[in-house]
Structure formats: C-alpha cells, structure tokens
C-alpha cells in the first residue's frame, strides 16, 4: 500500500479554554493572585490576565492526507500561530508522504529561526509536529504511543497541580504542586504568607504526600534560596520555575543553595534540544519540565529526552494531556505526569482542555492504564459544538 500524501493544512483559532487553559472566566484558581514576573507591579498582581496572560489563545492545526485521513492538534499560538501556519509553514507540509515527519520539522524550524527559534513560533511548529504524530498514527491504525515504542508500564500515575492538594490527595493523586501567591515585591509579609499556605496543606495532606511550589518565573535567587529553607522545614518535595527562563546561572547556584533532598524543577518555558542542553549541562535542575506545545512537538521531545537520560535527569513534561501521556508512558526516565487541575475550585476532575477536545481520558484514584491510551492517533476527537475560526487561507 503506497503512503498517503499530505493534500492540505488548515489553522483555526478558538477562545476560551481549550489549549490556552488560561483563558478562564473570573473565579477560576488559575488566575487568582499567582506570583508572575509582572508581580513588581501592584496592578498586575491580582490576575494574570491583567497583563495578557490568555491573549494568544488556542491553535487548532489540521492537516488532511490524500486518503481522506486528518489528523490535528491543539496547542497555545491563537492567530500569530494561525498566520505562521496557513502562509509560511504550509509549503513544507502540503504533497509530502505524511511520514516525512523528521524532514518537516527540521525545514520549519530553520525557515523559522531568524524570526523564531522560541516562544511562539516553536508553540506554532509543535502544533503542526502534534499533528503529523496524529494523522500518521491514524493512517497506521495505531496509538502514537506505539509509533514510539509502547508502553514501559502498564499505567501512568500523576501528580496534581491546582489550588488545592488536600483534595487532591482524596482523589488519590501521589502530590500536589500549589501556585506560589506571593512574589519578592511583597516582601517579608508575602513570604510568610508562603510558608503559611505549605505548611497549612502539609498539616492537611500529612507527612507522606509531596508538595511541591510552582512559582512561574517570579522570583529571584536570594529570595527563592530563602523560600527553599523554610518550606524545608515542611517537606517541600521540589522549587519550580524559580527564576527566568534565560538565567541558566541562577538555576545552576539555585540548585547549589537548596536544602540537601530538595529537587529543583524547571522547563516548561524552554525550547528545542539547544535550550534544554544549556539547562542539563549547566546543572540548573533535576528535573525538567518541556510542554510537548511549546517546545518543538514529539519530535523534539524525543531529542530532549535522550539529552535528559544521558545526564540521569527525569523528563516530567508540563501539563498537555494526551500529547504527553502518549510519551510518558513511553519512556524510563518519565517516571509519573501532571494533571492541571482545570475545575475552578478545583474539587473534582475535569479533562484539562475540555470542552475543545472529546474523549480525553482523566486520571481515576491518581493512575490511567494504557489502555486508556489505545485510540488511533492521540485519541481524541475536535468537539463538533465548538465554532473554529479560520483568519487564513494558504496559497
């Protein structure tokens, strides 16, 4: 059977949840007083989306083969990411055999590099790399899990990231990773008020459940270094995305400074095998941290990984569903994932990038056998009630 061509590319845009899970209504723990980089400004503390936060938006990238076969997927570029799409990205996709996936992703990202090379035109690549996994997964008849390898366990177990790892813990998730509220412009009091909030969920959770800090960029080394040694005090388990994304020094003294035990975390903000090389052999962290997104799609992740393994790092990717629990389960050196906890208070589990996206699996007691996992493609179908927005058309 000859392999299908790739016949044509679409970009649509929506709003409101979906890929960009920012893009909450009011009332939502996500944006309620979270510690940011613009927390130095009293005005931009209370929300993030005060500052912009969810104004990109969701991507939706489709790419249809010459069997009639479509593949798509989801990721944080909104229109920017739709333009990169539809008027430059298509040429590399459209008469290509849809297993040309390693040839594609190097012609994007160096017909990208001079205004790209991060950010949102690496959002835009793994959007269309996600995509290619999908659609050739699909036309094998398989799960991308199995175009990887398959599974190396049996199941998958998470950790929880949302405002509330007491609950978390009921629901039989291994930990909890709570949003750091407070940032170095609020001073001692802010500070205090840190350690107040861990040590009020440790007396909740008991000894044995891990807590963890995601501090989102927001802090610099003194006071991170500072906040390490007294959450200390309360078994904090990791110090995630202390600082900037750029300081690859500060993380490497970071790492130095803290509490013997205390792993620290970061990459969820990084890009490509070169970003993620600085990091591992500049000893910033334990633990890194890519959005399967964000940083060059499944291609890149799979570069990424290998780096990772040869410097006994663990790869725990960054929120994203389905498009990280396919290579999760794949690999030795990913030991357990994160579910974003995306109810509002959150009290229950909800699918992380619903309503876009149906049969997205969820975490049940905390696990998710693989055979959740066995749909062709990433097994999840686009919600038909959702109205996409196309705002280009290639050629």
């Not at 959770?205 to 960029?217: I, R, V």
């Not at 962290?285 to 399967?292: G, L, S, W």
Request: net charge negative; proline share 6%; charged share 20%.
């Amino acid at each position: 059977m000859s392999m299908p061509t790739i016949k044509a590319v679409r970009a649509f845009t929506v709003r409101g949840g979906g890929a960009d899970y920012h893009d909450q209504a009011g009332g939502h723990w996500i944006d309620d007083h979270i510690g940011t980089p613009m927390g130095k400004y009293p005005e931009y503390r209370q929300s993030r989306q005060s500052f912009g936060i969810n104004v990109l938006g969701t991507l939706v990238v489709e790419i249809e083969a010459s069997d009639g076969t479509v593949g798509f997927a989801v990721t944080t570029a909104g229109e920017i990411g739709a333009f990169i799409v539809e008027k430059h990205l298509s040429r590399f996709l459209i008469g290509r055999q849809v297993t040309e996936i390693e040839k594609i992703w190097d012609q994007m990202y160096f017909a990208t590099q001079y205004y790209g090379r991060k950010g949102v035109v690496l959002n835009t690549i793994s959007g269309v790399d996600l995509a290619l996994w999908d659609l050739l997964a699909k036309v094998r008849k398989e799960p991308v899990h199995a175009l990887l390898g398959g599974p190396v366990r049996d199941e998958l177990q998470f950790y929880a990231t949302g405002a509330r790892p007491d609950l978390a813990k009921q629901m039989g998730f291994i930990g909890g990773k709570l949003p750091l509220h407070h940032v170095p412009a609020e001073g001692e009091e802010g500070l205090k008020k840190n350690i107040e909030l861990l040590a009020e969920m440790r007396s909740r959770c008991g000894d044995d459940f891990w807590l963890m800090y995601d501090c989102w960029m927001s802090l610099d080394l003194n006071y991170a270094t500072k906040l390490a040694h007294k959450a200390h005090e309360y078994g904090l388990k990791w110090i995630e995305e202390a600082l900037s994304p750029d300081d690859y020094w500060g993380y490497a003294e970071l790492r130095k400074n803290v509490p013997k035990g205390m792993l620290v975390t970061t990459g969820e903000h990084e890009a490509t095998r070169w970003g993620f090389k600085l990091l591992l052999e500049m000893g910033c962290c334990d633990i890194i941290q890519p959005d399967v997104g964000w940083c060059g799609g499944v291609t890149e992740l799979i570069k990424i990984s290998a780096l990772a393994d040869a410097h006994s790092a663990l790869v725990v990717p960054h929120g994203s569903s389905v498009y990280s629990y396919h290579f999760v389960i794949t690999r030795q050196n990913s030991p357990f994932a994160e579910f974003l906890m995306m109810h509002p208070v959150p009290d229950q589990v909800v699918p992380m990038f619903t309503p876009l996206l149906l049969d997205e699996p969820v975490p049940v007691n905390g696990r998710m056998k693989a055979s959740a996992l066995d749909k062709p493609g990433f097994g999840v179908r686009l919600n038909p009630e959702i109205k996409l927005h196309r705002p280009y058309i290639n050629g």
